[in-house]
T-cell receptor, first 111, second 110 residues
Framework: NAGVTQTPKFQVLKTGQSMTLQCAQD?????MYWYRQDPGMGLRLIYY???????DKGEVPNGYNVSRLNKREFSLRLESAAPSQTSVYFC??????????FGPGTRLTVL | RKEVEQDPGPFNVPEGATVAFNCTYS??????FFWYRQDCRKEPKLLMS???SGNEDGRFTAQLNRASQYISLLIRDSKLSDSATYLC???????????FGTGTRLTIIP
């Protein structure tokens, strides 16, 4: 039981490049989330998916797209990376009682 | 006003001491409350849920005050391993989204 896994762990991009962050959970959770965490800002929700086939915007969705590929997988895509998207990205899934379980994070630097 | 507010600290506390954090929330409809712990360069992990009657888990005690809209976390007999950032988390009823505070940084000093 791996919980929530994310790939890659680290990534450096140049401005304008694109990439997809992958997330998978093996806990059979319906809800999955993508957050970014910046110093002094706390965790901010980018997108979430309440169930397979649905996605909704969070607090800071601009510049991102998501795909809920199936119940296990929820990916985050940066179509044209900008330096403002330098951050740590966490994927999470939600279990019973509202508890969220987080992946280990992806540290992204955009030059 | 932020939805969830915490004192960012840092709190520097000697080993063995008792330390308490408060967190205030603005949405009176909020129904679920949690404390998460985040170690440096790691993901947040659930420390404990917060129940209306208050609850205890070993050295940790969490309390909820709905009238004043705050939750608290008390750590007794603090250990070096308690050094971390503690995140206050609120979930309005029926809402898929959790709202995270920016965290309180705690350092336990030998």
């Amino acid at each position: 039981n791996a919980g929530v896994t994310q790939t890659p762990k680290f990534q450096v991009l140049k401005t304008g490049q694109s990439m997809t962050l992958q997330c998978a959970q093996d806990m059979n959770h319906n809800s999955m989330y993508w957050y970014r965490q910046d110093p002094g800002m706390g965790l901010r929700l980018i997108y979430y998916s309440a169930s397979e086939g649905t996605t909704d915007k969070g607090e800071v969705p601009n510049g991102y797209n998501v795909s809920r590929l199936n119940k296990r997988e929820f990916s985050l895509r940066l179509e044209s990376a900008a330096p403002s998207q330098t951050s740590v990205y966490f994927c999470a899934s939600r279990g019973g009682g509202g508890t969220q379980y987080f992946g280990p994070g992806t540290r992204l630097t955009v030059l | 006003r932020k939805e969830v507010e915490q004192d960012p600290g840092p709190f520097n506390v000697p080993e063995g001491a008792t330390v308490a954090f408060n967190c205030t929330y603005s949405n009176s409809a909020s129904q679920s409350f949690f404390w998460y712990r985040q170690d440096c360069r790691k993901e947040p992990k659930l420390l404990m849920s917060v129940y209306s009657s208050g609850n205890e888990d070993g050295r940790f005690t969490a309390q909820l005050n709905r009238a004043s809209q705050y939750i608290s976390l008390l750590i007794r007999d603090s250990k070096l391993s308690d050094s971390a950032t503690y995140l206050c988390v609120v979930n309005p009823f029926g809402n898929e989204k959790l709202t995270f505070g920016t965290g309180t940084r705690l350092t336990i000093i030998p």
